[in-house]
């Protein structure tokens, strides 16, 4: 038997694929799996226009009407794909083969193989759902609005690590059902006009935008920051780097961190600067008379 | 060219800047900032804006302290006729004083929470005029932001437990989560350092909460196959403090050790169901009172507790098990190791735990497996007898548990199972660590 290429960029066409291919019992060492997505520009460097053509015919319909069907039914369970359509959103153009795998090791070999968590393709596809259900969480944690002034309309700029734009949408659309907004990645826009959800093809870049309200937010940053308990590290494990660029609080880390320590010593330095008997009497006459004890 | 109108506009924005600096700053003594725990709901059905998950909360930001920005964390104001100690805000503080309208913190909340900032409002305030006048402030910003802005993202009210009960009961119905502080591990160290607090009152205080929170579960159990979030619905459905309530304790202001804070821990969780109970390590205060501690406790000090609390919470560990980490040192948890381990060295007999045929109960004793792990073991095993390596596959630090687990391969490090150095051996590789970095 020959070596088959298949395309698959989205979990519902390579679910389609795989079916063709379990019907006619394929294994997974006979396939190529392509992601055309996520390789063609790397692709195309090497290949010219009639190979790049003839890769265009290679699909699956020409090659596999050849092969007669022998499993007319091939079935896997809800869960198994439920997995496999989260993981498919890692951004690797090997998770489609990975999958393949999986789902024939499933069939073949042991229908409760996603449960044998030491099998290193399950711990692959572990490591990928673990990793894109952290981007979704994150996401959700650092998209940050920009208000366009004069107008209504919220706007953000994400770089999500995988691909899980979609995957948002039901959470920004129910928390703010009642707002405008626009969330802009290198992958897509997602939009909510208040009645509906469309996504717009891959912006470049993000939109420059000045939202006067985000000072508030930076002042709310430096002061609930304390000073006397400078933990970078654990800082770090829970907001990485890599979000930094899209946040407008994370400028400030630098600088808060640099001063922690004189700001510290300065707060022991205030300890003998509590205020005298006879100013005490005065602070309390003080309150007393801004906000006064109601006399029934 | 000037223009009046902006700057007009202008000037009030900078007041409330300074404003929030003054009341963020004089917060963020309060360790919780949590938006966890409540019912699940959203705005898709809402004429406002806001959502909670049900279970995990979110954080939208850290602090380069570590901590997790999920709330909106101020006071409404910082002008306090209480005189507590370890307070920054307390009476005879030369602190500069500020304080929001209602309305402000209105805005300024829904202002965040459009642009995605925060998970909701935790609201706190100093004692004015009244114990009461002062919690009708802080309930009439949760209602007006339920009611009026139909707003269903996270609240916590800091609740003032000297307040009357209707109050105490009015703010559980806007509000997710409700919090007393039991400030001090001991009566007496309250009556010392916070004399207007009275430790009785905060206990009376905390039962009430408790059985509005009750009731209001056996409510929602009874009619649990709809939860509709609206402002009326929410009264008549009597949903009180969904995410329950929670407390904090000042670690360090006082010479309590720690097994008499976790003996306290232990009890808040049992008679009030806590769902947290939060330790503040006493931190350098400016213009703190002559009568405390100069010196602050270590920060580890407090990530022990949280350790030796999360033992008893999800570990199935009990007081006698705490009291015999700590014995070796005097009823302090070991700075050097963490508590598990430190119970471990002293309860060598009940080792080693063999993972491929002990009891979850025993799993979860072993020095360095978490809840998740003695899961993972749990399921790996039915598919194949354990060695060390497959530890390591489920990412359990082999380093940690090979001193104390049998697999079914054969296991060298047991030999300094019953060693007097064995601690050493575990402050020696935790110092290489360091000296790499």
Redesign the interface.
């Known amino acids: 038997m020959h070596v088959i290429t298949v395309n698959a960029s989205e979990f519902a066409q390579w679910r389609n694929v795989s079916r063709e291919l379990l019907k006619r019992d394929i294994s997974p060492e006979y396939i190529v799996w392509q992601d055309p997505t996520l390789t063609q520009s790397s692709l195309d460097l090497f290949q010219d226009a009639s190979n790049s053509h003839e890769r265009n015919n290679n699909n699956f319909e020409t090659d596999l009407s050849n092969i007669p069907v022998t499993t007319p039914k091939p079935s896997i369970s809800a869960e198994t794909l439920e997995a496999i359509e989260l993981a498919s959103c890692y951004r690797d153009d090997t998770r489609w083969a990975l999958f393949y795998a999986i789902v024939w090791r499933v069939m073949h070999e042991d229908k409760q193989l996603l449960?044998?968590?030491?099998d290193n393709q399950i711990?692959r596809l572990n490591h990928m759902q673990k990793s894109v259900g952290r981007d979704i969480?994150k996401m959700?944690?650092?998209?940050?609005?920009?208000?366009i002034s004069d107008s209504d309309h919220?706007v953000?700029w994400f770089e999500p690590e995988h691909l899980i734009l979609k995957k948002t949408s039901s959470?920004f659309?129910?928390?703010?059902?009642?707002?405008t907004w626009s969330i802009l990645t290198p992958d897509g826009g997602m939009h909510w006009d208040q009645q509906s959800l469309f996504y717009t093809e891959s912006s470049s870049e993000r939109p420059v935008i000045n939202?006067?309200?985000?000072?508030?937010?930076l002042?709310?940053?430096?002061?609930?920051?304390?000073?006397?308990?400078?933990?970078?590290?654990?800082?770090q494990s829970?907001?990485p780097k890599k979000y930094w660029k899209n946040?407008p609080?994370a400028p400030l880390?630098k600088s808060?961190?640099r001063e922690?320590a004189a700001r510290?010593e300065?707060?022991?330095e205030?300890?003998n600067?509590?205020?005298s008997d006879k100013k005490?009497g005065k602070?309390?006459a003080s309150?007393?008379k801004?906000?006064?004890?109601?006399t029934d | 060219m000037k223009q009046p109108q902006s700057q007009s506009h202008q000037q009030p924005y900078q007041k409330l800047q300074h404003k929030l600096a003054i009341l963020a700053d004089a917060a963020k003594y309060d360790a919780s900032c949590a938006s966890s725990g409540s019912i699940k709901r959203d705005s898709s059905n809402g004429t406002g804006i806001g959502s909670t998950s049900g279970g995990m909360g979110i954080c939208h930001s850290y602090t380069p302290d570590g901590r997790c920005v999920s709330l909106l964390k101020i006071l409404l104001t910082n002008f306090c006729i209480y005189d507590c100690q370890y307070c920054v805000n307390r009476l005879s503080s030369a602190v500069e004083r500020a304080r929001f309208q209602v309305d402000e913190v209105i805005k300024l909340t829904l202002d965040f929470y459009k642009r995605n900032y925060i998970e909701g409002l935790f609201l706190s305030s100093g004692i004015i005029q009244s114990s009461d006048y002062t919690m009708e402030q802080l309930v009439s910003v949760a209602k007006d932001l339920r009611e009026k802005h139909d707003f269903r993202g996270y609240i916590h009210l800091k609740t003032i437990p000297e307040a009357s009960p209707e109050l105490l009961q009015q703010a559980g119905l806007y509000a997710d989560r409700l919090s007393i502080n039991i400030e001090l591990p001991s009566k007496a160290a309250l009556s010392n350092l916070a004399p207007e607090k009275n430790p009785q009152t905060i206990h009376q205080s905390m039962a009430q909460l408790k059985e509005h929170i009750d009731e209001s579960k056996e409510y929602r159990a009874k009619k649990s196959d709809i939860i509709i979030s609206d402002a009326k619905s929410r009264k008549s459905k009597y949903i009180y403090s969904p995410a329950g309530q929670s407390t904090q304790m000042i670690v360090g202001a006082d010479d309590s050790v720690d097994t008499k804070i976790l003996t306290l821990s232990n009890h808040l969780y049992k008679r009030y169901d806590m769902r947290r109970v939060y330790y503040s390590a006493f931190s350098p205060i400016p213009f703190a009172s002559k009568n405390l501690p100069t010196k602050s406790p270590p920060l580890m000090r407090e990530h022990r507790l949280y350790q030796a609390d999360w033992l008893l919470r999800f570990y199935g560990f009990d007081l006698n098990d705490i009291h015999s980490a700590a014995a070796p040192t005097h009823g302090m948890l070991d700075l050097d190791i963490d508590p598990k381990l430190a119970w471990a060295l002293a309860n060598r007999d009940v080792f080693p735990i063999n993972v491929n045929k002990a009891p979850k109960e025993l799993l979860l004793r072993i020095p360095g497996v978490g809840v998740r792990g003695v899961e993972k073991i749990i399921q790996a095993r039915q598919f194949k007898a354990l060695r060390l390596d497959d530890l390591k596959k489920l990412r359990i630090s082999i380093k940690k548990v090979a001193h104390f687990v049998e697999t079914a391969d054969p296991n060298t490090e047991l030999k300094h199972l019953d060693s007097v150095l064995l601690k050493q051996l575990f402050i020696d590789s935790k110092t290489e660590q360091l000296a790499l970095f």
Request: proline fraction near 3%; hydrophobic fraction near 45%.
């Open positions: 449960e044998n968590i030491t711990m969480h959700h944690a650092f998209v940050r609005f920009q208000k919220y953000a959470f659309k129910n928390r703010f059902k009642n707002m939202d006067e309200l985000e000072s508030l937010w002042e709310y940053y430096r002061n609930i920051f304390n000073p006397a308990r400078l933990k970078l590290k654990a800082m829970e907001m946040l609080e880390i808060l961190s922690s510290a300065a707060m022991i205030k300890n600067q509590s205020i005490l602070q309390m309150i007393q801004k906000f006064p004890t109601k």
